[in-house]
């Protein structure tokens, strides 16, 4: 079992779960994070963290997101991230703060 990072993510790079990540398994692209699949223990940690609803666990993954468990192997091409950043808050964040 990983966890996964979904399109909620997109445009939000909300990074509070990166800094919990006990293994540095997310990746940072310019838009949004990944999870490297073989590198995350599945501990949970970054779960509760998103406060976009973003990250789920690849056994409960909704369908709508299924395409994203093929997006999130591609995490080892991206350069990890370990520390909390300012969100990207992109026009398409559904997160934005008001």
Avoid at 17 to 22: F, H, M, R
Avoid at 34 to 57: G, H, K, M, Q, R
Wanted: hydrophobic letters at 35%; charged letters at 25%; aromatic letters at 8%.
């Amino acid at each position: 079992m990983t966890y996964i990072v979904t399109e909620p993510c997109l445009d939000c790079k909300y990074t509070d779960c990166a800094a919990v990540c006990p293994v540095e398994a997310f990746h940072e692209l310019s838009d949004r994070l990944l999870i490297n699949p073989d590198t995350c223990i599945d501990c949970d940690a970054c779960v509760p963290e998103c406060p976009v609803e973003a990250i789920f666990s690849d056994m409960s993954i909704p369908e709508e997101y299924l395409n994203w468990l093929e997006i999130n192997k591609e995490a080892e091409n991206y350069p990890i991230i370990s520390t909390k950043i300012p969100a990207l808050y992109g026009s398409n964040c559904k997160g934005q703060p008001e």
